[in-house]
């Protein structure tokens, strides 16, 4: 039998039965004396091999060199504590010796011969020493500065599956969405960047649009497609350095902005410009920070950071190399909404003329840019 | 009589890792908190193994909190002390004189033997931890009359030493860390021993164990080993069976190391083994958060503050069964499982790791131990009654 089929043997063996224990009620002695029944029974199998390091390495690698892919950051480390050992050259090590009769007298020479090199030794162990310091504490800051800037760049527990679909903090207004999807011509196929559970591609496949999603959250892709929606798994940046210039006709994005890093926004707008054709579409659909109502709304979603102002988002589009860009509020509240919020702050707020505009101003704006 | 509780350990700091050391900083900043005068008296060491001194001798405040640091004597590790070592290792007699000999080269500070004579007046108590060492032994009889001792007691051969008993019956009182520390130690310096059990304080606290993965970029189910590495904790052991493990199932699970000490990790297991070093308190309590499971194999503890705190996080533990206070903390919780050999170990690693529903519940289970067990209010309570119950007896 082969090292790798005797392998193979081992783990199946290893992986065979499990206990069948209550786990409602867990009560940990009894799994215990389970284990122990299973070890008695198992032990003549051979599944319990246990060698010590050395050998069980040699058996891997056959004596030679074992080919391993690491994380740079987990051999960084490795590297550093490393480092951290060897760096300390002293003359100080102990002496001794084996021999019962002649040892004293070995040790005794050594230790002269020690004492008598010392200052010689000191003196070129000390510039070594610096050097070592110098060297350590040069692979220390840099780890400090990368796991310093891995800490910076995380965003957090709370990922738009946990607060949309856990947390139930999810708005698609279906009609906003349906009147996005409107903007594109019949027949066109519409990119959705981020396109989170779907809710525009179903919008869209309403108005006889045609849209695919590119999504890089593989719980919101699995949601999507199990609506018979279609995503592409992927990160829509990536998704977009992907593509050569000038292949897209139509681009829907929503919230765009609104969360991570603003400096990816810059970069989106500028390469979706590159990205687009000639009179190709790109449809934005964001929160209007006009409305105070609508603002407070926006921020009920808890993964959203900020609000990108209308003028500023045209500007930015503008700047980026799209010829036509249009904004129009849209999402204005319904009169039976208003009625509403006007009986909550009754005795509240005095309403002036600017007051209701201030309230009750569109919540959201489509932006509408072509190459 | 002065009202100040100085505490003594033989190392202080934030930098310091160590349980003893861990649980007096707990303790100090707790009773702070709670408006207790207290001081920190502890030498100028940070290094375990060396004790060299690195801080300077002097007051300093650390967290506002007073400590005043003393330098150690520089330890001369002759052919005689290590024979005496070696002696007590093997378990055999060692003359109380030899013993005498041997605790004046396990970190003494003459400089903090003497301050503490001149100054007893100031202070109600002084509070020695861990019982090993010259500075606790040569404090305790310096100071006998307002001695208490947090002894972190392991079973190990050092313990029945002379000294130790002369030790530990010359302070007023002992704060033990569990039942089967104080069971240990009644067994072995006698069943009049005055104290009780303090042990340390939990709270509750949150963590992102998203954030450690993403940090350190550790991706599927892994095993959290936290503390120092060392023969004496066991970690090589854990290290052993871990690499068997993996050859012996090909499961894909990793064994993340956190702490300080220097481990050999195996060329080809090394994508398995991350050893992510020294980590701060926000990314531990992430770590905890993040693991699939605790392993703690030592069977020479006198608490084991990391089970319990992971047990916060809803972690479940694997500890070794030889080690009768984390065996205790298991059993009486039902918040892990317990090997004593490769086979065992296997098989309880193979039915955590298969069973995330009873890992779940063991998690659940830890964490109401703790809450129950270890609240702060109890801890100090028991403490003020050992003050209260060595000032009687004087």
């Given amino acids: ?267 989106m707008v500028t390469a979706l410009a590159d990205r687009m054709e000639r009179e190709g579409r790109v449809v934005v659909l964001n929160h209007h920070p006009h409305s105070v109502l609508g603002v407070e709304e926006a921020f009920e ?71 | 009589m002065g009202d100040k509780v100085a505490f003594i350990p033989v190392r202080y700091g934030p930098q310091v890792v160590g349980g003893a050391e861990t649980l007096t900083r707990a303790m100090v900043e707790e009773l702070d908190a709670r408006g207790w005068p207290v001081e920190v008296i502890t030498t100028c060491a940070l290094d375990p193994y060396s004790w060299t001194n690195h801080f300077p001798p002097g007051v300093e405040k650390v967290h506002g909190i007073t400590v005043r640091r003393f330098p150690t004597e520089s330890r001369k590790y002759t052919r005689k002390v290590f024979r005496t070592e070696t002696r007590m290792l093997e378990g055999k007699r060692v003359s109380r004189r030899r013993q005498e000999f041997w605790i004046r080269s396990v970190v003494t500070s003459e400089a903090m033997r003497s301050w503490l004579g001149e100054h007893r007046d100031e202070y109600r108590a002084f509070v020695f931890a861990p019982y090993l060492f010259g500075t606790t032994y040569l404090g305790v009889l310096e100071v006998p009359e307002k001695s208490y001792i947090i002894p972190c007691l392991h079973d190990e051969p050092y313990a029945y030493q002379h000294i130790y008993r002369k030790l530990m019956r010359s302070a007023r009182g002992l704060m033990f860390n569990s039942v089967p520390e104080m069971e240990l130690a009644r067994r072995i310096f006698g069943d009049d021993l005055p104290g009780r059990v303090v042990g340390m304080g939990f709270a509750p606290y949150g963590a992102d164990g998203e954030r450690f993965r993403y940090k350190y970029s550790i991706e599927g189910d892994f095993i959290l080993y936290t503390g120092r590495r060392e023969i004496a904790k066991n970690t090589p052991l854990l290290l052993r069976y871990f690499c068997n493990y993996l050859e012996n199932t090909g499961r894909e699970v990793s064994l993340a190391l956190t702490g300080a000490g220097h481990i050999d990790i195996p060329f080809s297991f090394r994508n398995r083994v991350i050893d992510v070093g020294f980590v701060n308190q926000r990314d531990l309590r992430d770590a905890y958060a993040a693991a699939t499971l605790i392993c703690h194999p030592s069977t020479k503890e006198s608490f084991s503050i990391m089970i319990l705190e992971a047990w916060l996080a809803g972690l479940p533990c694997l500890v070794h069964g030889d080690c009768a206070v984390t065996r205790y903390h298991v059993e009486s919780s039902g918040g892990g499982l317990w090997f004593t050999d490769y086979p065992t170990f296997h098989e309880a690693l193979e039915f955590l790791l298969d069973n995330p529903a009873a890992r779940k519940r063991m998690g659940e289970r830890g964490r109401e131990y703790v809450l129950a067990n270890y609240s702060w209010d109890e801890v100090v309570r028991n403490f003020e009654a050992v003050l209260e119950e060595g000032e009687a007896r004087r």
């Fill in chain 1, 1 to 267: 039998m082969s090292e790798s089929e005797d392998r193979e043997g081992r783990i199946s063996a290893g992986a065979a039965e499990n206990l069948a224990l209550d786990l409602e009620e867990i009560d940990v002695g009894e799994i215990m004396r389970a284990i122990e029944e299973r070890v008695e029974r198992r032990r003549a199998e051979g599944v319990y091999r246990d060698l010590p390091l050395l050998e069980l390495e040699d058996e891997r690698t056959g004596g030679g060199e074992a080919e391993v892919s690491l994380d740079p950051l987990h051999e960084l480390i490795f590297l550093v504590q490393l480092a951290r050992q060897y760096a300390e050259v002293t003359s100080h090590y102990p002496i001794g010796s084996k021999r019962s009769v002649v040892g004293p007298l070995i040790v005794l020479a050594k230790k002269a011969m020690r004492r008598f090199m010392t200052p010689y030794m000191d003196a070129l162990f000390a510039k070594q020493r610096e050097f070592n310091a110098q060297c350590l504490r040069s692979m220390e800051t840099f780890l400090e500065m990368i796991k310093r800037e891995r800490e910076r760049s995380y965003h957090g527990g709370l990922d738009r599956y946990t607060a949309w679909v856990e947390l139930g903090f999810a708005e698609d207004d279906e009609e906003l969405l349906r009147e996005a999807a409107r903007r594109f011509p019949e027949g066109e196929v519409v990119v959705h960047l981020c396109s989170g559970t779907g809710g525009f591609l179903a919008a869209a496949r309403a108005e006889g649009r045609k849209a695919v999603g590119v999504e890089d959250d593989a719980r919101l892709v699995r949601m999507a497609q199990e609506r018979d929606l279609k995503v592409t798994a992927a990160r829509p940046m990536d998704f977009l350095d992907s593509l050569p210039p000038e292949s897209l006709r139509a681009v829907f994005l929503k919230e765009l902005g609104e969360r991570d890093d603003s400096r990816e926004l810059v970069w």
């Fill in chain 1, 301 to 371: 979603d808890p993964t959203l950071l900020r609000l990108v102002h209308p003028d500023t988002m045209r500007a930015l589009f503008l700047h980026a190399g799209f010829r036509e860009v249009e904004v129009t509020p849209v999402g204005q509240y319904g009169e039976r909404e208003i009625e509403e919020w006007r009986k909550k702050l009754e005795g509240v707020l005095e309403e002036g003329d600017g007051m209701a505009e201030l309230l009750f101003g569109p919540r959201r704006y489509l932006l509408e840019a072509r190459r």
